[in-house]
Structure formats: C-alpha cells, structure tokens
Nanobody, 123 residues
Framework: VQLQASGGGLVQAGGSLRLSCAAS????????MAWFRQGPGKEREFVAALSWNGISEYSTDSLKGRFTISRDNAKNTLYLQMNILKPEDTAVYYCAADYRRTTNWATGRMGYWGKGTLVTVSS
C-alpha cells in the first residue's frame, strides 16, 4: 500500500490550498481515509476523515467550517480543500487509511500512513 500526499506549499493567511492523497495497492473504496497534521513542536493531531461508506468527520467545528474532505473512488484519491488558512494551520499534513474504518479517528491508529506534505501559512 502506498499513500502519496501532495499539494502543500506556502500560502498567505486567508488563502486556500487543496491537498491530494493518491492511494495504490488497496481497494480504495473499502478504506476509511483521514488527514492528520503535525505542527512545529506539536504532536500529530487528527484533522478530518471520510469513512469507507461516505461519512465525514472533522476534529473541530472551526476546521469543519474551513476544511472539506472528499474522495474520488474512481481515481483512488483523497482530497482536503483548505480555505481561510491561518498561521496555526502550518504543519506537515499526512493522509492515512484503515480498512472499513468508520469512527474513532482521533486515536491515530490507522493501518497505513503516507509521507506528509508541508503546508506553511504566512501571516
């Protein structure tokens, strides 16, 4: 299984980015997918998830209002649309997968992890 995150970069506060996670080596539609992030000097934290059966979950209401998680099963790709970015969103963003996962995302216990993509938000 390979998960390849991309789409990170440098953006000014208030800007937008869309992250992608290309998955291979698994039956993508049967996997719950999630985004996590790790900011400088911080522990890794849950951001958003989309279960294999299409239920989304976000870590906070604030993120839910700015970020949107989606997936394209035909393309084996997970997305994270991030709007109104803030400096505190600066982090390495990781995608992760777990077979038929639907809940308990915040535990961080996922079957597969990809390498991260760096998002830097300048003030």
């Amino acid at each position: 299984v390979q998960l390849q995150a991309s789409g990170g970069g440098l953006v000014q506060a208030g800007g937008s980015l869309r992250l992608s996670c290309a998955a291979s080596g698994l039956t993508f539609s049967r996997y719950g997918m999630a985004w996590f992030r790790q900011g400088p000097g911080k522990e890794r934290e849950f951001v958003a998830a989309l279960s294999w059966n299409g239920i989304s979950e976000y870590s906070t209401d604030s993120l839910k209002g700015r970020f949107t998680i989606s997936r394209d099963n035909a393309k084996n790709t997970l997305y994270l649309q991030m709007n109104i970015l803030k400096p505190e969103d600066t982090a390495v963003y990781y995608c992760a997968a777990d077979y038929r996962r639907t809940t308990n995302w915040a535990t961080g216990r996922m079957g597969y992890w990809g390498k991260g993509t760096l998002v830097t938000v300048s003030s």
